[in-house]
């Protein structure tokens, strides 16, 4: 990242519209290569129809991590625990007292929290993996048409709008199943097509005249909570994405400019924002949960 | 739609895979370290406030044990006093018994002892009464010679005798 000619831009598209350095046409296509930030994650092989890109890569890495992070702690498990497990447990200790905070109940956060935690420590992992050095400019030089342009190894998951998007989904498609195994189907339908409300007025009319004004609202606010599960997706993957991308790309910036000293600060920034973000997520997703469980009363 | 799709180069393989590898991490996350470490926690938790419980219980024990120690000792230094007292009159009353007999038998030998003196003090002067008779009648008779009328001699000096007899008694008694 810390390569001097390193330029930032937004790309439309993959193929054509790369921005070259200015006074490139007076080079040589064999000296130039293009180096950009792009918005999508590049991909680095493909099996069959299937494209491996330099995200999903980082991805992986952050499983095996987790994966030996978690066989070390199962291993290593005491009653009297050892400094490492007491780490470990005053982190999930505290992340279980603030889980609480949002669903009130530790029976309910202990069915929430494996997941909720889980999103936290991908997203974190994943956002502290593209801080690295090494991520983002160790790669090497495709030929694409007449251009050569530079191909990171690696790219931080969370700066592809693949994987928010798909953990997004896996959020609110997930908080939606688990509401629905938590009212029950019926009742959770009527959230968002709110039947119940309907049906009731000609029943309850007589004694509360006010019921013909307020159950149409109330059917119009379940239908507003449809467009609102649509909304969760978006703001959910598109601000992890967006911090994460702006990021790397005011970490190229600064590095371009003063390539020394300079982009220290900006690192430390972006390891808070890297803890922020997971958290946001992860936090956002334990609401979602916790909502679709309650059963709605008013 | 179609130019987020573009230019984000959405690919719902990728997606896909990312989402695999998502439930990866929560699957190994929950089976092998989050489940296990409440376990653990919640296990040292129930055994931490055990032990709290027993450490009151066994407190309040000795508390216990320490209180009923002392009544013991109170009791057991009463019931001492109350023997050394009931020692001390029993000895008090033997004491006073065996005083008593003592001074009886004492005064029981002194009695005997005074009677067997007065008797044979009384058989003494009878004894010396009738030598001392004897003796006069001899001494007289060897100074009168054969006096004419023993008979009358006789009744004098018994007379005589007797005054002394009786002058002794009187000045020994």
Same mark, same amino acid.
């Given at each position: 990242?810390?390569?001097?000619? *390193?330029?930032?831009?937004?790309?439309?598209?993959?193929?054509?519209?790369?921005?070259?350095?200015?006074?490139?046409?007076?080079?040589?296509?064999?000296?130039?290569?293009?180096?950009?930030?792009?918005?999508?994650?590049?991909?680095?092989?493909?099996?069959?129809?299937?494209?491996?890109?330099?995200?999903?890569?980082?991805?992986?890495?952050?499983?095996?991590?987790?994966?030996?992070?978690?066989?070390?702690?199962?291993?290593?498990?005491?009653?009297?625990?050892?400094?490492?497990?007491?780490?470990?447990?005053?982190?999930?200790?505290?992340?279980?007292?603030?889980?609480?905070?949002?669903?009130?109940?530790?029976?309910?956060?202990?069915?929430?929290?494996?997941?909720?935690?889980?999103?936290?420590?991908?997203?974190?992992?994943?956002?502290?993996?593209?801080?690295?050095?090494?991520?983002?400019?160790?790669?090497?030089?495709?030929?694409?048409?007449?251009?050569?342009?530079?191909?990171?190894?690696?790219?931080?998951?969370?700066?592809?709008?693949?994987?928010?998007?798909?953990?997004?989904?896996?959020?609110?498609?997930?908080?939606?199943?688990?509401? *629905?195994?938590?009212?029950?189907?019926?009742?959770?339908?009527?959230?968002?097509?709110?039947?119940?409300?309907?049906?009731?007025?000609?029943?309850?009319?007589?004694?509360?005249?006010?019921?013909?004004?307020?159950?149409?609202?109330?059917?119009?606010?379940?239908?507003?909570?449809? *467009?609102?599960?649509?909304?969760?997706?978006?703001?959910?993957?598109?601000?992890?994405?967006?911090?994460?991308?702006?990021?790397?790309?005011?970490?190229?910036?600064?590095?371009?400019?003063?390539?020394?000293?300079?982009?220290?600060?900006? *690192?430390?920034?972006?390891?808070?924002?890297?803890?922020?973000?997971?958290?946001?997520?992860?936090?956002?997703?334990?609401?979602?949960?916790?909502?679709?469980?309650?059963?709605?009363?008013? | 739609?179609?130019?987020?799709?573009?230019?984000?180069?959405?690919?719902?393989?990728?997606?896909?895979?990312?989402?695999?590898?998502?439930?990866?991490?929560?699957?190994?996350?929950?089976?092998?370290?989050?489940?296990?470490?409440?376990?653990?926690?919640?296990?040292?938790?129930?055994?931490?406030?055990?032990?709290?419980?027993?450490?009151?219980?066994?407190?309040?024990?000795?508390?216990?044990?320490?209180?009923?120690?002392?009544?013991?000792?109170?009791?057991?230094?009463?019931?001492?006093?109350?023997?050394?007292?009931?020692a001390e009159l029993t000895a008090e009353k033997y004491r006073q018994d065996t005083v008593a007999k003592v001074k009886a038998e004492a005064e029981?030998?002194?009695?005997?002892?005074?009677?067997?003196?007065?008797?044979?003090?009384?058989?003494?002067?009878?004894?010396?009464?009738?030598?001392?008779?004897?003796?006069?009648?001899?001494?007289?008779?060897?100074?009168?010679?054969?006096?004419?009328?023993?008979?009358?001699?006789?009744?004098?000096?018994?007379?005589?005798?007797?005054?002394?007899?009786?002058?002794?008694?009187?000045?020994?008694i």
């Amino acid at each position: 990242m810390s390569e001097a000619n *390193i330029i930032v831009e937004q790309t439309q598209t993959v193929n054509e519209q790369n921005v070259q350095v200015p006074g490139a046409d007076n080079l040589s296509a064999e000296t130039q290569v293009a180096h950009e930030v792009t918005l999508f994650a590049e991909p680095i092989w493909a099996f069959g129809s299937f494209t491996v890109t330099n995200s999903l890569i980082n991805s992986w890495i952050v499983v095996l991590i987790i994966l030996v992070l978690a066989v070390f702690i199962r291993q290593g498990l005491k009653t009297i625990p050892s400094r490492f497990q007491t780490a470990v447990e005053t982190i999930v200790d505290g992340a279980l007292n603030l889980a609480d905070s949002v669903t009130g109940d530790r029976i309910k956060t202990l069915k929430i929290f494996p997941l909720a935690f889980g999103v936290f420590l991908f997203i974190l992992l994943n956002n502290w993996l593209g801080l690295l050095p090494g991520v983002g400019s160790i790669g090497f030089i495709a030929t694409q048409g007449h251009q050569q342009i530079f191909v990171p190894l690696l790219r931080g998951a969370t700066a592809d709008f693949n994987t928010t998007l798909a953990l997004a989904l896996m959020s609110v498609i997930g908080a939606n199943i688990f509401g *629905i195994v938590a009212v029950g189907a019926w009742k959770y339908f009527n959230k968002f097509v709110n039947l119940k409300a309907l049906a009731s007025i000609p029943r309850k009319i007589i004694k509360e005249p006010t019921i013909i004004m307020v159950n149409p609202i109330k059917f119009f606010v379940g239908l507003i909570e449809i *467009i609102g599960e649509f909304a969760k997706i978006a703001s959910l993957s598109f601000r992890l994405f967006g911090n994460i991308f702006a990021g790397e790309v005011l970490l190229t910036s600064i590095a371009i400019m003063i390539a020394f000293i300079a982009p220290i600060p900006f *690192i430390f920034l972006e390891i808070i924002i890297g803890i922020v973000q997971a958290l946001i997520f992860s936090m956002l997703t334990l609401v979602y949960f916790s909502v679709a469980a309650t059963a709605e009363e008013h | 739609m179609e130019d987020i799709i573009k230019s984000f180069h959405i690919d719902w393989k990728l997606m896909m895979a990312q989402l695999i590898n998502f439930t990866i991490v929560a699957w190994v996350l929950w089976r092998w370290a989050l489940k296990p470490l409440t376990k653990v926690m919640t296990k040292r938790a129930e055994e931490i406030s055990k032990g709290l419980q027993d450490a009151k219980t066994a407190a309040e024990g000795l508390e216990q044990l320490k209180i009923t120690k002392q009544e013991m000792i109170k009791e057991a230094k009463h019931e001492a006093a109350a023997i050394h007292k009931q020692a001390e009159l029993t000895a008090e009353k033997y004491r006073q018994d065996t005083v008593a007999k003592v001074k009886a038998e004492a005064e029981k030998a002194v009695a005997e002892v005074k009677q067997k003196f007065i008797s044979e003090k009384d058989e003494m002067f009878k004894e010396v009464k009738q030598q001392a008779a004897s003796l006069v009648i001899q001494a007289t008779a060897k100074v009168l010679g054969k006096v004419a009328a023993p008979k009358l001699d006789k009744e004098l000096i018994e007379q005589a005798v007797k005054e002394v007899v009786n002058k002794s008694k009187s000045k020994n008694i």
